[in-house]
């Protein structure tokens, strides 16, 4: 009878077991008690809240995945896997404590996933969390070889006091929008379908470039309001621009009885948006409803405390835009 090693199947132990080697070296871990699992000491996060809520994500990259692996930008991977989570939670006034990631592959390519986990430990490390563990499959014949896909999973904390969840929005409120760095990780099916090779490589740099981190800028920005503001809530709403955009995900914030009414020429919108859906054939609700026009992150202020918010980020040379305001009304408008 023929041997058939697990090797020779496809399946590399040695070679993963140089990744992880790597990760170690990338992410200057310690190493762990020997367990099936991570670990996270929560002392310190005890002692800075008093109620403290934990908040959690899950996500991936979606089909950005594909150009970013045809152009071998890896790291750009990693960072846009950590910003899918870590921009979710704070949108709760969460600060990520810890992050850990899956890699599933079709042959274990250990520089290539090196770069990868190099990604996402920069990301973290920006976001304030730690990547304190993961997996890592090699499944021969279920991907290509040269094809990997990611998960992400994210926890962060926030003081009870502190959260924020939407339900304080009221009739008149002021939206602020944080600019994006391109598409971020939404909208690429369509993005690949209607652009061009020649197009595709047009706006390469904004198509390509990493998601924004919004954790440091959005904590910031709340850290110094509420000094100002005497523990009042200024910021009511927080929102991640993803998937279904502006005029679905953003609203489901929104108490019942009022929506958003967003102000479409306050802000730049950048030429490769308005080429998409020219060239999509899309109606503005519809483009507004899958990509993020160049608003990566929204802000709900209270109506009184707007000038407030506007001299606080001024302050801190945080790029911002008022861009609508809270109305009544079941669905979001665009005017």
Not at 3 to 12: A, L, P, R, W
Not at 57 to 75: C, E, F, I, M, R
Not at 224 to 238: D, E, F, N, P, Y
Request: glycine letters at 8%; aromatic letters at 8%.
């Amino acid at each position: 009878m023929t041997k058939i090693t697990y090797k020779q199947s496809g399946v590399d132990i040695e070679k993963a077991d140089k990744l992880v080697d790597a990760i170690r070296r990338i992410t200057k871990a310690e190493k762990s008690p020997k367990a099936f699992c991570s670990f996270f000491d929560l002392q310190d996060v005890l002692k800075k809240c008093k109620k403290p809520v934990l908040v959690s994500s899950a996500d991936g990259v979606g089909t950005k995945l594909k150009l970013l692996q045809q152009y071998g930008l890896h790291a750009t991977a990693g960072i846009d896997l950590v910003a899918m989570n870590v921009n979710d939670i704070v949108c709760s006034g969460a600060q990520p404590l810890f992050f850990l990631d899956y890699i599933a592959c079709g042959k274990l390519d250990v520089s290539v996933l090196q770069e990868v986990i190099q990604g996402i430990q920069s990301a973290c490390t920006e976001s304030l969390c730690k990547l304190i563990g993961g997996e890592t499959a090699e499944m021969p014949s279920f991907y290509k070889d040269d094809e990997y896909d990611l998960a992400g999973f994210t926890v962060g904390v926030v003081d009870q006091k502190e959260l924020i969840d939407g339900s304080a929005i009221e009739l008149g409120d002021a939206i602020f929008g944080l600019p994006s760095s391109g598409p971020h990780s939404n909208g690429y099916s369509l993005i690949r379908k209607v652009l061009t090779k020649p197009e595709l490589e047009q706006y390469r740099k904004e198509i390509l470039a990493p998601t924004r981190l919004y954790v440091k800028p959005v904590l910031t920005i709340l850290t110094a309001l509420r000094k100002k503001s005497g523990q009042k809530k200024t910021a009511v709403g927080l929102a991640h621009i993803t998937g279904g955009s502006f005029l679905k995900k953003a609203t489901k914030i929104v108490p019942d009885g009022l929506t958003f009414r967003y102000q479409v020429n306050a802000w730049p919108i950048p030429k490769l948006f308005t080429d998409i859906q020219r060239k999509a054939g899309l109606s503005q609700e519809e483009i507004f409803e899958t990509l993020n026009m160049g608003i990566g992150f929204m802000i709900v202020v209270r109506k009184q405390q707007q000038t407030l918010f506007e001299n606080t980020v001024r302050a801190l040379k945080i790029p911002c835009y008022k861009i609508g305001e809270v109305i009544k009304g079941k669905k979001a408008e665009l005017s």
